[in-house]
């Protein structure tokens, strides 16, 4: 008896902080903002940084979706011309599915 009056308080607070800690659709923008100018090689302060970070969140918010699952969310980016890219968001970590 003493096991499960210690364990649904344990999954009350892991439930808790999975919720809490759900990431935003602006934090994945960000993730894969920084993605994209660790894949290409740009350096911070360079000319093209400037335009990524100028330009890039208004575009990959119109090429990616959210779907909030409350404790995770599912985030889908569609670029063109390639297959649809599914990352699992849990605990501020983005995980590709």
Known sequence: MKRVAIIWP???LLLV????LNPPKP???RFILAHVKEQQHIRKGEFAD???SFLGPA?????SRRKNCYFFSLYVLDLPG???RRFLGILHIFIPV
């Open 17 to 20: 902080a999975l919720y809490g």
């Open 82 to 84: 390639q297959p649809a």
């Open 27 to 29: 934090v994945f923008d």
């Open 50 to 52: 400037q335009l990524y």
């Open 10 to 12: 344990v999954v009350g």
């Open 59 to 63: 575009l990959i918010d119109q090429l």
